[in-house]
């Protein structure tokens, strides 16, 4: 990631920090786009306050990359969110659009307002967290599933729409990420069985580099023992 620039929604969140520290190492330059600034510190690392749901906001993000660095290489969509329950029947419709905006239409806007910068340069990578219960209906977690499926196929629709432009665009299916978040949300779970946030990095970093330039339209499961 050389002399790379990467955007990384979420990245001062538990994954979005594993994938910005990955970065940093592999010697990009990385602008986090979040609502509030990363504990980390770097001379290639920037922030700007986003809104992942706004639109006005992502056309900001964008601006700013381009006023800073001139243009993007990579977008890591790691800006999302889980809820367990209640069942559908009991869920009000704010909290449905509350996992919807944030785990899908955050990447879709994203996706939209970067997607011009790396079509003229004719180069892109673009990297975006789905899970494994977006490939199928899981019990009390309704919104979070469609949602995190809904991600799968924007990612494979964007894949097919860009190939010829030099733009791979795939996500990552982790199982459940070991973040302190989600121990709140289950205490009683096998920790160890989890992912770590520094293991899903490796592969999200993997993925929006050369050494993937092979791959687009992939969905790949990072399930560690869950």
């Known amino acids: 990631m050389e002399n790379h620039v990467a955007v990384v929604t979420g990245g001062s969140g538990a994954v979005g920090a594993a ?8 010697g990009a330059q990385v602008l986090v786009a979040d609502q509030v600034p990363p504990a980390l510190s770097d001379n290639k690392l920037k922030f700007f306050p986003t809104d992942v749901t706004n639109e006005q906001s992502i056309a900001a993000l964008v601006t700013q990359a381009v006023s800073i660095y001139g243009t993007v290489h ?17 869920l009000e419709l704010a909290d449905w659009d509350a996992l919807i905006n ?18 003229q340069q004719k180069y892109g990578r673009i990297v975006s967290v789905s899970a494994r219960s977006g490939l199928r209906g899981d019990p009390m977690v309704g919104p979070y599933a469609v949602s995190k499926g ?9 894949a097919e729409e860009n190939k010829m432009y030099g733009i ?17 949300q289950m205490p009683e779970s096998d920790f160890k069985s989890w992912v770590a946030p520094a293991d899903l990095a490796e592969v999200m970093v993997f993925l929006g580099s050369e050494r993937a330039r092979a ?8 399930y560690n023992l869950a």
């Open 19 to 26: 994938v910005v520290q990955k970065l940093l190492a592999e």
């Open 150 to 158: 809904g991600v799968i196929l924007l990612t494979q629709s964007v």
């Open 168 to 184: 791979t665009v795939n996500a990552v299916l982790p199982s459940i990420v070991d973040t302190p978040a989600n121990r709140l």
């Open 102 to 119: 944030l785990n899908l239409t955050s990447a879709f806007l994203s996706i939209k307002h970067i997607l011009p910068l790396m079509k």
């Open 215 to 222: 791959v687009t339209g992939a969905c790949l499961p990072v």
């Open 74 to 90: 990579a977008l890591f969509n790691v800006a999302g969110g889980f809820k367990y329950g209640p069942g559908i029947d009991e």
